[in-house]
């Protein structure tokens, strides 16, 4: 039952209970301290009882990380009652929502800006205003916005301070506006504020085919004659060949750094860094006297779906430390930059935002999408992307998902399944035959050597005849 419907209801049954019983109105009017309440008055002074239904009527869908660990710590949870609007804050029904690299080393545990589980994690969205608090004057209710918050924005309803949101231009999607904020704000800063990137200067940019990656190299575009050096699995170059890379490099097959070298022999102007560990060695290598190190994440520390110890320790071992007369002798410079510090430095932000946004108006930027899920399909976003299979941004879309589609959730999850099991099959088969295969030269190398051992003795037995002769 709806909160509007509770006094049209409570109306029609005085109105019958009075047609129904006239006799019992002389005895209302004997007992003055409880006086009769008329079908005009009970419509016109619903009582606080009935309000407390219609907000508790008020429910929307929210992702929640309940822990940390694999994919199915992040779950899809109903939350009841309508949040509270503080001074300067505006309430938003998400349409989209953006997933970021740092939203899976969250999920393990490794990002220190998300608050400790239970915790609704997401950085960006896009969706329209609902209800602006007191003192909001430059927002009302219907306006289109993208928004960039510390995290909470992984469900259908945001509350959130009014500055934190930015107008969606005309013509921009949902999708592409939720893919915009963290992405296009990280790589505008590093190569502009930090970067100073100018004409004829050249970058290595790595995960070329990533949010970041894609956003840096279209911003790169906006600056004539830049030299792009991008890494990316082989499938991906023409891709970011197309979008504006130089030169792709497939980092799971060649050493980047001889590919860069061979090129640009004096070195690189700038370098962005999202490894960490060893690679932010090479990257300061790689860079010709004047140039900018500007190291923003360590990805590097990310291997499977639960926190590797390993690989963070490996990550630490190999963390890159320098002294500053080294800097001074080199003519060199280290920049780190990390977005979620920022989030008190409204004046900044805006200023990106605003020019990033103008650029997308110019037709200069574009945000690439490579995918679209339901919330309900949160586990499989974040397996996409973990597993460097996305060409763009990732995007989680606040609609329902189709009946249908659920139904065939559990096939799909079969057929998976059943993929893996045959890849586990093939992989093993792999390791039978290569083990055979290592067996088979083993067993050569044992038949050549017993040969040669063969010849060495027939050699000794011959010796003493030749001294004889």
Same mark, same amino acid.
């Given at each position: 039952?709806?909160?509007?419907?509770?006094?049209?209801?409570?109306?029609?049954?005085?109105?019958?209970?009075?047609?129904?019983?006239?006799?019992?109105? @002389?005895?209302? =009017?004997?007992?003055?301290?409880?006086?009769?309440?008329? #079908?005009?008055?009970?419509?016109?002074? @619903?009582?606080?009882?009935?309000?407390?239904?219609?907000? =508790?009527?008020?429910?929307?869908?929210?992702?929640?990380?309940?822990?940390?660990?694999?994919?199915?710590?992040?779950?899809?949870?109903?939350?009841?009652?309508?949040?509270? &609007?503080?001074?300067?804050?505006?309430?938003?029904?998400?349409?989209?929502?953006?997933?970021? $690299?740092?939203?899976?080393?969250?999920?393990?545990?490794?990002?220190?800006?998300?608050? *400790?589980?239970?915790?609704?994690?997401?950085?960006?969205?896009?969706?329209?205003?609902?209800?602006?608090?007191?003192?909001?004057?430059?927002?009302?209710?219907?306006?289109?916005?993208?928004?960039?918050?510390?995290?909470?924005?992984?469900?259908?309803?945001?509350?959130?301070?009014? !500055?934190?949101?930015?107008?969606? @231009?005309?013509?921009? !999607?949902?999708?592409?506006?939720?893919?915009?904020?963290?992405?296009?704000?990280?790589?505008?800063?590093?190569? $502009?504020?930090?970067?100073?990137? %100018? @004409?004829?200067? *050249?970058?290595?940019?790595?995960?070329?085919?990533?949010?970041?990656?894609?956003?840096? !190299?279209?911003?790169?575009?906006?600056?004539?004659?830049?030299?792009?050096?991008?890494?990316?699995?082989? *499938?991906?170059?023409?891709?970011?060949?197309?979008?504006?890379?130089?030169?792709?490099?497939?980092?799971?097959? %060649?050493?980047?750094? +001889?590919?860069?070298?061979?090129?640009?022999?004096?070195?690189?102007?700038?370098?962005?860094?999202?490894?960490?560990? #060893?690679?932010?060695?090479?990257?300061?290598?790689?860079?010709?006297?004047?140039?900018?190190?500007?190291?923003?994440?360590?990805?590097?520390?990310?291997?499977?779906?639960?926190?590797?110890?390993?690989?963070?320790?490996?990550?630490?071992?190999?963390? $890159?430390?320098?002294?500053? &007369?080294?800097?001074?002798?080199?003519?060199?410079?280290?920049?780190? $930059?990390?977005?979620?510090?920022?989030?008190?430095?409204?004046?900044?932000?805006?200023?990106?935002?605003?020019?990033?946004?103008?650029?997308?108006?110019?037709?200069?930027?574009?945000?690439?999408?490579?995918?679209?899920?339901?919330?309900?399909?949160?586990?499989?976003?974040?397996?996409?992307?973990?597993?460097?299979?996305?060409?763009?941004?990732?995007?989680?879309?606040?609609?329902?998902?189709?009946?249908?589609?659920?139904?065939?959730?559990?096939?799909?999850?079969?057929?998976?399944?059943?993929?893996?099991?045959?890849?586990?099959?093939?992989?093993?088969?792999?390791?039978?035959?290569?083990?055979?295969?290592?067996?088979?030269?083993?067993?050569?190398?044992?038949?050549?050597?017993?040969?040669?051992?063969?010849?060495?003795?027939?050699?000794?037995?011959?010796?003493?005849?030749? +001294?004889?002769?």
């Amino acid at each position: 039952m709806s909160g509007d419907d509770a006094p049209a209801q409570q109306q029609n049954a005085e109105e019958t209970k009075q047609e129904n019983k006239p006799s019992e109105e @002389p005895k209302a =009017e004997s007992k003055p301290e409880s006086p009769p309440v008329s #079908s005009t008055e009970a419509a016109a002074t @619903p009582t606080a009882t009935e309000k407390v239904p219609e907000e =508790e009527q008020f429910t929307y869908r929210s992702l929640v990380l309940s822990g940390y660990g694999g994919y199915d710590k992040v779950k899809l949870q109903v939350k009841k009652g309508k949040p509270a &609007l503080k001074a300067g804050e505006v309430m938003v029904r998400v349409k989209a929502c953006g997933l970021n $690299f740092a939203d899976l080393l969250a999920r393990q545990g490794l990002y220190d800006r998300l608050p *400790s589980p239970p915790v609704t994690p997401g950085m960006e969205c896009s969706g329209e205003i609902e209800a602006v608090g007191e003192e909001v004057t430059d927002r009302k209710v219907g306006d289109k916005v993208l928004v960039l918050n510390r995290c909470g924005l992984w469900q259908e309803v945001a509350v959130v301070p009014a !500055t934190h949101t930015f107008l969606i @231009p005309e013509g921009m !999607t949902f999708e592409e506006a939720a893919a915009l904020p963290v992405n296009y704000i990280t790589a505008y800063m590093m190569l $502009f504020d930090f970067g100073n990137l %100018r @004409p004829n200067q *050249s970058i290595l940019i790595h995960s070329a085919a990533g949010g970041v990656g894609i956003a840096a !190299t279209q911003l790169c575009q906006t600056v004539k004659d830049v030299t792009v050096f991008g890494t990316a699995s082989a *499938s991906k170059h023409e891709t970011i060949s197309q979008g504006g890379v130089t030169h792709c490099i497939d980092y799971r097959t %060649r050493d980047y750094v +001889e590919e860069v070298r061979k090129i640009s022999p004096k070195g690189l102007d700038i370098v962005l860094d999202p490894l960490g560990g #060893s690679d932010t060695h090479k990257a300061y290598n790689l860079l010709k006297p004047m140039g900018k190190l500007i190291t923003y994440g360590a990805a590097n520390m990310l291997a499977g779906q639960k926190k590797n110890l390993l690989a963070v320790a490996k990550n630490w071992y190999h963390q $890159f430390s320098i002294h500053t &007369l080294s800097l001074i002798q080199n003519n060199k410079s280290v920049c780190g $930059f990390h977005l979620g510090y920022l989030d008190g430095e409204v004046e900044v932000i805006l200023q990106a935002m605003t020019t990033i946004l103008d650029l997308y108006r110019q037709g200069k930027i574009k945000p690439r999408i490579d995918s679209t899920y339901h919330l309900e399909q949160v586990g499989d976003a974040m397996r996409r992307m973990q597993e460097r299979n996305n060409i763009g941004k990732v995007i989680l879309i606040t609609e329902p998902m189709p009946e249908e589609e659920k139904k065939e959730e559990p096939k799909k999850e079969e057929k998976k399944e059943d993929k893996k099991k045959e890849d586990k099959k093939k992989d093993d088969k792999k390791k039978e035959d290569s083990k055979k295969e290592d067996k088979k030269e083993e067993k050569k190398k044992e038949e050549k050597n017993e040969e040669k051992n063969e010849v060495k003795k027939e050699e000794k037995k011959e010796e003493p005849k030749k +001294e004889e002769k």
